[in-house]
Nanobody, 127 residues
Framework: QVQLVESGGGLVQAGGSLRLSCAAS????????MGWFRQAPGKEREFVIA????????NYADFVKGRFTISRDNAKNTVYLQMNSLKPEDTAVYYC????????????????????WGQGTQVTVFS
């Protein structure tokens, strides 16, 4: 298991940007595929974006294509979520997650595929 700590959330005006970070500690970070999920009040946790252990493959939810990007620095045990052109509907708690699953990143879209989770960071977008 890895321990995950998110940071970088906050309050931003619509159209603005934020970069979230997720720092990992514990077992070899580079062995894990990583993902970001989000949960808005009263809604289920939903998949946002994921990246393979090497950083070579990514997968995006349709609602973030062209706006959000994911990257990782295995030397720093950190994964990043760059969010641009933010909308009020992006308001949610954002969670970082790690997966040891052998399936391709394209299949890592459900919470059950991820075994380690951070505590979440709040992102609030106002219009």
């Amino acid at each position: 298991q890895v321990q995950l700590v998110e940071s970088g959330g906050g309050l931003v005006q619509a159209g603005g940007s934020l970069r979230l970070s997720c720092a990992a500690s514990g077992r070899a970070f580079s062995n894990y595929n990583m993902g970001w999920f989000r949960q808005a009040p009263g809604k289920e946790r939903e998949f946002v974006i994921a990246i393979s252990w090497s950083g070579a493959v990514t997968n995006y939810a349709d609602f973030v294509k062209g706006r959000f990007t994911i990257s990782r620095d295995n030397a720093k045990n950190t994964v990043y979520l760059q969010m641009n052109s933010l909308k009020p509907e992006d308001t949610a708690v954002y969670y970082c997650a790690a997966s040891r699953s052998r399936v391709g990143v394209g299949a890592l879209t459900n919470t059950g595929s991820f075994g380690s989770w951070g505590q979440g960071t709040q992102v609030t977008v106002f219009s």
